[in-house]
């Protein structure tokens, strides 16, 4: 019974790190909390759905083009938008980009409507030493984990990788060795929503979709990032494998109701008690 | 405290506004007082998160969980069978000591982690509000006893409670404005170490201003539960008025008097005369509302220097041009 509550939250807990590892790199580089991520995971959904139940296409042709879709609603709000007042005080980029996903999901549901929409795909399950384990969650997760060290090794060894990192680290000094740094931001955010895409795509074949569902989203994102330290890449996939499992244990022991104020009040401890982050570095304001 | 002339002014116009809108109270119907009365709830809020987000410049987010919290106090107090008016104190203790408690932790961080530890407090009231069945009846909801009598005079007596409540804000707010503590406050939004280095006691400041919004947000939840004498977890907590009272705030002018109150106002006649027409477009309204502040009002209504603004717009464009670069 433990052994599959665990594995379940494991499971859960690869797609929230898919989910958060936009989020987090937007914080981290732009230092913008994007209340629009949880928006841009539904529509990332709703784009898969609507691709494969109308259109008709294969799964695996519409989630790529979804993912290149969102990346350019990314990097069009970035650079229309969010690029004016990128150096404002918090309370103002927070703002508009809730003020941007209010109109994203207000526009979600008057296209799309509130009705819970899902793929549901089945492809078996898989049993192993008494646990039950659906194929589609196995496979969802291990896309979401690939995208993640994907990003996570192209940060690190591309040249593009590193102009992000060198941003993060001191825009100044980056955009003296001759980084166009809104050309990056821009690129930041383009990643960003690509994650959450992803993220959507993978949710779809797993959960049914609503548009409501942006709020839980972006709920997620806070909590991980804040689990796993700032703007941290690694930080994200640590923190949404322990996010999974602290809500499998949580469902476990208080039932489920009770799942998510655990992630939550998780969080407010990690946040007053060490505000870095479990891999976070200091200096990340 | 420091009341020169134009702060005189202020509190005369304040005062006034306030006992015209007091008499005003016996004239209107029911629906008028129903908007009169969503209105200075509205200012209250705006007013009580003005302390906190305007003056000293935290980016708070977490209002509603005040005003939540009083609408709790207020419902199980009254079902305890204790007096509106003593529920509504027992409220203002509670949002200002949850607030004392909940400021010694959140008042550390800074920035985005302030910003995120204010929503969570509001997730947090409204999960547990929603799971602990025993206390506030859960999802479901909890009735408030009914005050007694014909609904005009309740309506009436609601109407002046919250416009006193307004009232009282609104003198918090030019005592504030113009008092040492408000200096002190504005000085820790311009540098927190600057300000603790003039010799401010920076943690005491910041804390007794969180009381202090937290107080106004609470006694206004708790005059807004007796009024509609049933309060479930998704309206007493909810995320998009936290928001909205930051951006009615931001609208009128952060850290100024009059702000709170006219971004109120203006958000009140708009809620009623635009949203109205547009139910399904609700939310995308207000984003777009809050888009178009910030691309183009950003000190908001009392914050822009709307003279000089005039003055460069009156200004030929050929002029700008032909100014040396610099």
Same mark, same amino acid.
Request: glycine content about 12%; proline content about 3%.
């Given at each position: ?11 859960? !807990? ?13 914080? !981290?580089?732009?230092?913008?909390? %994007?209340?629009? #991520? ?62 941007? *996903?209010?109109?994203? %999901? %207000?526009?979600? /549901? %008057? ?14 399950? /898989? ?26 090794? /192209? ?16 825009? #100044? ?31 779809? /074949? ?24 700032? !703007? ?14 602290? *809500? ?38 | ?19 015209? @809108?007091?008499?005003?109270? &016996?004239?209107? $119907? ?5 908007? =009169? ?57 509670? &949002? ?58 309740? =309506? ?12 009282? @804000? ?13 200096? =002190? ?15 401010? $006691? ?56 009059? =702000? ?67």
């Amino acid at each position: 019974m433990l052994a599959q509550y665990v594995v379940n939250g494991l499971l859960m !807990g690869g797609l929230y790190a898919c989910l958060a590892v936009g989020f987090a790199l937007v914080w !981290g580089v732009l230092n913008i909390v %994007n209340m629009l #991520h949880g928006s841009m995971v539904v529509l990332g959904a709703y784009f898969c759905l609507v691709g494969v139940q109308q259109l008709g296409l294969p799964l695996y042709a519409v989630a790529p083009a979804v993912c290149i879709v969102l990346f350019a609603f990314g990097y069009v709000i970035q650079r229309g938008l969010l690029n004016r007042v990128i150096t404002q005080p918090i309370l103002i980029t927070l703002t508009l980009t809730f003020g941007l *996903e209010l109109i994203v %999901n %207000n526009v979600i /549901l %008057n296209v799309f409507s509130a009705t819970p929409r899902s793929l549901a795909v089945n492809l078996g399950t /898989l049993d192993v030493w008494g646990m039950r384990i659906p194929m589609v969650r196995i496979v969802g997760m291990l896309v979401a984990v690939f995208l993640t060290l994907l990003l996570y090794w /192209l940060l690190r060894h591309s040249k593009m990788g590193r102009a992000i990192i060198a941003v993060r680290m001191d825009r #100044h000094a980056a955009a003296l060795m001759g980084i166009r740094i809104p050309q990056i931001y821009a690129l930041t955010f383009g990643i960003g929503a690509l994650m959450a895409g992803a993220a959507g795509c993978a949710m779809a /074949l797993i959960y049914p979709v609503t548009p409501m569902m942006s709020g839980v989203f972006l709920g997620k994102a806070f909590v991980i990032c804040v689990l796993g330290g700032l !703007g941290s890449v690694p930080g994200a996939i640590i923190g949404g494998l322990v996010l999974g499992l602290v *809500e499998g244990l949580g469902t476990l022991t208080l039932g489920p109701q009770w799942a998510t104020s655990v992630g939550f009040i998780l969080m407010m401890a990690v946040i007053i008690v060490f505000p870095s982050g479990i891999a976070g570095k200091k200096g990340y304001e | 405290m420091i009341f020169d002339r134009p702060a005189i002014i202020k509190l005369v116009v304040g005062v006034a506004l306030f006992m015209g @809108a007091a008499i005003a109270g &016996g004239l209107l $119907d029911n629906y008028q007082l129903q908007v =009169g009365t969503s209105l200075a709830m509205l200012s209250v809020l705006c007013m009580g998160w003005n302390i906190t987000g305007g003056y000293m410049g935290y980016p708070m987010l977490g209002m509603a969980a005040f005003f939540g919290l009083g609408c709790y106090i207020d419902a199980i107090a009254q079902v305890a069978g204790i007096p509106v008016v003593a529920a509504w104190l027992l409220a203002t203790a509670g &949002g200002a000591l949850t607030a004392a408690l909940l400021g010694l932790a959140l008042l550390r961080l800074k920035g985005h982690y302030f910003a995120i530890g204010t929503i969570a407090i509001v997730e947090v009231l409204r999960e547990v509000s929603n799971n602990w069945e025993s206390l506030t009846g859960g999802a479901v909801g909890l009735n408030v006893p009914i005050l007694q009598g014909d609904p005009e005079t309740v =309506g009436r007596f609601f109407y002046l409670a919250m416009a006193s409540l307004a009232l009282l @804000a609104f003198l918090i707010t030019i005592v504030i404005d113009r008092s040492r503590f408000g200096f =002190g406050l504005r000085c820790i939004r311009q540098n927190e170490q600057a300000a603790s280095m003039v010799g401010i $006691d920076v943690f005491r400041y910041k804390v007794a201003a969180f009381m202090l919004s937290g107080a106004l947000g609470s006694t206004a939840g708790a005059v807004y539960a007796s009024m509609v004498a049933f309060i479930e977890p998704k309206d007493a907590f909810s995320l998009i008025m936290t928001i909205e009272v930051a951006v009615m705030t931001m609208l009128g002018g952060m850290g100024t008097i009059f =702000g709170p109150l006219a971004g109120a106002v203006f958000f009140v006649v708009l809620r009623e005369f635009v949203w109205a027409n547009f139910i399904n477009w609700h939310s995308g309204i207000l984003g777009l509302i809050v888009v178009i502040v910030i691309y183009f009002v950003p000190g908001g209504l009392f914050g822009t220097n709307w003279k000089a603004l005039f003055r460069r717009a009156a200004r030929p464009r050929a002029s700008v041009r032909s100014q040396p670069a610099l």
